[in-house]
């Protein structure tokens, strides 16, 4: 079963911008309603956004206004551009669907510094 791939993670300081991409090699991609996830040390894995396939989106109340999601379906892509970064954002990023019902990627690391 194919993994997403995610990248664009990095070091950046707090009031800082990053923008995250994931590749996702199945088929079916257009019609999935898509999420970013993430998860920090000692802390449950929860989802920060998700984009459906007409583009529709949904944020956690800790980023809206400072996250967006988007999607490029020629592309099997799902995007996060997250603005006005915080040490609280510093978390291993995923993307997957809300229900989490494909396989998990290896993530990419975001770390924000105060």
């Known amino acids: 079963q194919v993994r997403p791939v995610e990248s664009g993670g990095g070091l950046v300081q707090a009031g800082g911008s990053l923008r995250l991409s994931c590749v996702v090699s199945?088929?079916?991609?257009?019609?999935?309603?898509m999420g970013w996830h993430r998860q920090a040390p000692g802390k449950q894995r929860e989802l920060v956004a998700s984009?459906?396939?007409?583009?529709?989106?949904r944020y956690a109340d800790s980023v809206k206004g400072l996250f967006t999601i988007s999607r490029d379906n020629a592309k099997n892509t799902v995007y996060l551009q997250m603005n006005s970064l915080k040490p609280e954002d510093t978390a291993a990023y995923y993307c997957?669907?809300?229900?989490?019902?494909?396989?998990w990627g290896q993530g990419t690391q975001v770390t924000v510094s105060s």
């Open positions: 984009v459906t396939s007409s583009g529709n989106t």
């Open positions: 997957n669907t809300p229900q989490s019902s494909i396989r």
């Open positions: 199945r088929s079916a991609f257009s019609i999935l309603t």
